[in-house]
């Protein structure tokens, strides 16, 4: 089975003998082809291609998924949601232990959702979310208010022609690995697939409407952006994929960033115990006046083990190009697309940032050795310990997406190593549990007085009614 994807939208049903099954927001974007009795429910939490229909799996857990909806409050109206509670803790992210870094917050939040379903060829999705964070360490002084935000509202057409969809709204996008999207746009889609082969064709923009209903906060990076995306996927086997994608970014409000990226995406068994996966791309396109060239690669094996324990071992090797003459013409660094997340899972029950939970970093200017070993005690419990060695492809004193507090010198290539620890805990009905510990030592591309280990600390609980 699946392991829980706590992002996954609610399941909605119409409980009656006569009625169509509502479009579910937790299949896949791209349904199967209905037959002659059954219309397959839509998921928006699953990859933007789903997988070829076949048993049950249970889902990872994805603490950005949105949350089910099957319980009847109104005629084809159906509610559902999670309660949450997380817990996180930073500490030396300047890498200084002389220094008085922490950071510690509390977070409740509550996700209600509906969904209204009057026929099969109409869905309405709507997902607000209300968190209150508190603060209860804190070296700088950083105001928590409470946020209500508006995470999903979309409306769906469905099955007027065979294997077709069409959604508007604000949508959350995301794929297998979240290495180009893991993000909720307001955006048109359209999805089509027959058999084996599916296609997707999208226009977005990152918060085109308020989504902070009590503040308006512009982000640092995407919401200038208008995202034209297209993916062509292929399904072979049981549980094997390749597909195909275009990605082009149109900076609306400065005309200064034009990227473009053509990739390529498979993921899948080798052999009956050997899982691996693919991403690799290339960008081209404009930023000021400098032509962009960059590329990169992802690619990894996970071997599976019998017995009680179900232990496994996992190596990757992730390889972003940096920039080695800044003074010309040609910008040869890679970028990632600005709405990825980087989270997958190995063989456990839980997502995590598989480049490391405390550096967090883009893949751009960066090789990243990757070494991870993992149990599963039960069908729904997993602990992973994963170790990550950086190194930037040309010296700078930036790494792109970095959490850390503080810059390298640009001396040197050596930018450190992290260890994680991951436990995902789904044995409870209803619940899901997902603790993480990451350490991160800074390498010889950080000052002598900027050395020190940063550490992270999360907790999260999840409730979901449905």
């Not at 309660?83 to 930073?90: C, F, G, N």
């Not at 508007?168 to 359209?190: C, K, P, T």
């Not at 324990?309 to 040869?332: F, H, K, L, Q, W």
């Amino acid at each position: 089975m699946e392991p829980y994807d706590q992002n996954a939208l609610p399941r909605t049903t119409i409980p009656n003998a006569q009625a169509i099954e509502p479009v579910d927001p937790n299949t896949p974007l791209i349904p199967t082809i209905p037959n002659a009795q059954a219309i397959e429910p839509f998921d928006p939490n699953a990859p933007l291609i789903p997988a070829k229909p076949k048993a049950p799996t249970i889902e990872p857990f994805d603490p950005n998924a949105p949350p089910k909806a099957t319980i009847p409050i109104g005629p084809n109206l159906m509610f559902g949601g999670f309660v949450e509670l997380q817990a996180d803790t930073k500490r030396r992210y300047g890498l200084n232990a002389q220094s008085d870094d922490a950071t510690s917050i509390f977070t409740p939040k509550f996700s209600p959702a509906f969904s209204y379903d009057p026929n099969q060829y109409l869905q309405i999705y709507a997902n607000p979310t209300i968190e209150t964070p508190v603060a209860f360490e804190e070296t700088v002084d950083n105001t928590q208010t409470p946020a209500v935000k508006l995470n999903l509202a979309f409306l769906t057409l469905k099955n007027i022609v065979d294997g077709a969809r069409l959604q508007v709204g604000r949508q959350r996008f995301i794929d297998s690995r979240r290495w180009l999207f893991n993000e909720s746009m307001d955006a048109a889609r359209l999805a089509y697939q027959y058999e084996n082969v599916s296609v997707e064709f999208s226009a977005s923009r990152l918060d085109l409407f308020q989504r902070n209903l009590l503040n308006r906060e512009r982000k640092d990076t995407g919401e200038t952006f208008i995202n034209y995306y297209s993916y062509l996927d292929y399904k072979f086997g049981q549980k094997n994929h390749v597909g195909l994608f275009a990605l082009y970014q149109d900076e609306q409000l400065l005309n200064q960033k034009h990227p473009i990226f053509f990739g390529l995406q498979s993921q899948g068994k080798i052999l009956k115990h050997l899982k691996y996966w693919i991403q690799t791309a290339i960008v081209r396109g404009t930023d000021n006046n400098k032509h962009i060239r960059g590329e990169a690669i992802d690619v990894g094996l996970t071997q599976l083990f019998g017995g009680a324990m179900e232990p496994s071992i996992t190596v990757g090797y992730a390889y972003g190009t940096g920039d080695g003459n800044p003074n010309d013409n040609v910008d040869t660094s890679f970028r990632q697309s600005g709405f990825q997340g980087n989270s997958d899972k190995f063989n456990g029950v839980a997502r995590f940032n598989y480049y490391g939970e405390v550096l967090d970093p883009r893949l751009a200017n960066l090789m990243i050795f990757t070494g991870g070993v993992g149990i599963r005690p039960g069908e729904k419990t997993s602990f992973d310990l994963v170790y990550h060695y950086y190194l930037q492809d040309h010296a700078s004193p930036t790494i792109s997406g970095s959490n850390l507090t503080t810059d390298p010198a640009g001396l040197s290539k050596h930018v450190g190593s992290g260890l994680d620890f991951i436990a995902g805990y789904q044995e409870i009905a209803a619940l899901q549990t997902k603790f993480v510990l990451g350490y991160f030592l800074p390498g010889s591309a950080f000052a002598d007085t900027a050395r020190d280990g940063a550490f992270l600390a999360s907790i999260l609980f999840r409730y979901s009614f449905y």
